[in-house]
């Protein structure tokens, strides 16, 4: 008979809970955690499924921006104070993920998707 503490930390250890981005498990996710730059002077947050690029020339993430090339996405929100030069952020590198709770300002265009597809990171 197995004891009830080993039994509750066994089933609490694999519970899984939808993170309100993954789509499906038809690609599979995976994440690491980045160094997004920020701009110096305001205190500001990183939402929870928004786009971070990757500027090949500087080596730095950074927020969503026109002439950026997109790279992954958020996995959680990261607040920062105005002092903050950089934030760490937990992100995916890959997986299927709801369009819908993408978040990017300015809006995705069709290149960035395909650009995403192409890293392995799927737009349903």
Known sequence: QKDSFTSKCFNEAYTVQNSGLLYDASHP?????ITVSIAKGAAGTIEKGEVIDFDAST????KHAADKTVSVIAAEKVNYDEKAESAEVMVFTSGAFKKSAVVSDPALTETDIET???KGIFLK
Do not use: Q, T
Not at 29 to 33: R, V, W
């Open 59 to 62: 080596g730095k993430y950074s």
């Open 116 to 118: 995403f597809r192409s």
């Open 29 to 33: 996710a995976d994440g690491k955690i």
